[in-house]
């Protein structure tokens, strides 16, 4: 009798988590979807090696950043020739994001943080934290301040 109280106990247990699961999953707002599909698309492009396709992601506006060690690069175009000059494809690997965490700061803005990891063929790894503050502009949602490391 004690068997089949334990058994149940761990299947209503199971369950319970499952739901909890599906629940946080269905939770997900649209504007979270929406920027999630965004870290997707921007790891595709990353991964084909197409920077310029990378950098379409970052806000067009001139008071989007990419904050470094030593400072920042301001402006779209800017942070295309960073990419272009610090990692040309051949350095690229393969990015995967994950570990992606939302907080609504206002409609036009979401904080975002979550983990890179990037890896190349001979076994290396680069991995990290970031967190970007996505604005969302003319209804599509786009990196407006990075900050990885």
Known sequence: MKMKKAIWKTVLFCFVLMCMCTINVLAQSADEKAIAEVFR???AYWNKGD???YVSFYAPVDSCRMILSKGAVYGKENILAFYKKY?????????VTDGLE??????????????FHVSYPDGKKIEGRFSVIMLKYNDKWYLYTDHSG
Do not use: C
């Open 41 to 43: 698309q921007g790891e």
């Open 51 to 53: 920077i310029e396709g």
């Open 87 to 95: 990692w040309p494809k051949e350095r690229m690997g393969n990015l």
């Open 102 to 115: 939302y907080e609504k700061l206002s409609d036009k803005y979401y904080f975002v943080t979550g983990y």
